[in-house]
């Protein structure tokens, strides 16, 4: 978290291709077969050329879908693929430009901000944030934390900054966050409202509560008769969480990018999100 007075802060793949062949040859018992000598072939009367190979032939794979990659706890699209977009807003007249979460050359994400100008001087932390703004304004529904991705050294002109893309707990899927602001000591002095374009892992998915059972016996809050989030009893565990709904845990997981992967004791009283449309 990043401390804050207006927004508070507590705190491609290579297929291998296999090719291989053997020869039996009656009466041979050794490992390696004997070359035919030239009297050999002579005394057959026959030419022994072989027969020509076509290419094997192969079928392009097709490219692996979201939930796939959702699968392997990674999100990981080509160089180039645009995230989400959104414009500076300003706070009290202190900066300005566009910007863009995509991912880099070298495949790690990047937040990227066009035609950036402040007068705040250098040093402005740039951040993912939780945070709603304009009509998306109140309170987060994933009780996640913001994420710093870097400082910007320079008072105008085209920015980048690239952070990591491996190994993160939200699989790379960052539509939780809710905007890109840009925070000095500790103060919210503009931000991006952003709007996702990152494919759905899970379309569709939706947690039918089968009731109350060993480890997982929560509380359910619903919403249009589905279940929207689900408040930790003492014990709880997150596999008998995901069982009680009918879900994979790291669907548990994705659903809540808080949490660590492999968390399986629950903090009493914690909230988790049951829904796609709340993460």
């Not at 050999?40 to 050329?49: D, F």
């Not at 807003?89 to 991912?103: I, L």
């Not at 980048?160 to 002095?189: A, K, M, Q």
């Not at 892992?201 to 008769?225: E, H, I, N, Q």
């Amino acid at each position: 978290m990043i401390a804050g007075s207006r927004a508070t802060r507590s705190g491609g793949w290579t297929l291998p291709l296999l090719l291989g062949g053997a020869l039996l040859l009656t009466g041979c018992t050794g490992t390696t077969a004997p070359r035919a000598t030239a009297e050999a072939k002579e005394v057959a009367g026959t030419s022994h050329r072989a027969a020509p190979v076509s290419p094997a032939r192969t079928t392009p794979a097709a490219p692996p879908t979201a939930s796939a990659f959702a699968d392997a706890f990674q999100y990981l699209p080509p160089a180039g693929t645009v995230m989400g977009t959104g414009t500076l807003t300003d706070v009290d007249g202190h900066a300005r430009g566009d910007v863009t979460v995509s991912v880099a050359a070298d495949l790690r994400f990047q937040v990227s901000i066009d035609g950036f100008a402040t007068t705040s001087g250098p040093g402005l932390v740039v951040a993912l944030s939780v945070d709603r703004f304009g009509p998306a304004a109140g309170e987060p529904t994933v009780p996640a934390v913001d994420d710093p991705v870097g400082t910007l050294q320079a008072t105008s002109g085209d920015q980048v900054l690239p952070f990591d893309s491996s190994g993160r707990r939200d699989r790379g899927d960052l539509s939780y966050f809710n905007s890109v602001e840009l925070v000095s000591d500790g103060d919210v002095i503009a931000e991006a409202p952003i709007a996702w374009t990152i494919p759905a892992f899970y379309p569709g998915l939706t947690l039918k509560d089968s009731g109350p059972a060993p480890y997982a016996r929560g509380t359910v809050t619903s919403f249009d008769g589905l279940p929207a989030s689900y408040t930790v009893w003492g014990n709880d565990n997150s596999q008998a969480v995901a069982t009680r709904f009918g879900i994979t845990l790291d669907q548990l997981f994705y659903l809540n990018p808080q949490l660590r992967r492999g968390d399986t004791e629950l903090l009493r009283d914690t909230r988790l999100n049951l829904s796609v449309a709340y993460r």
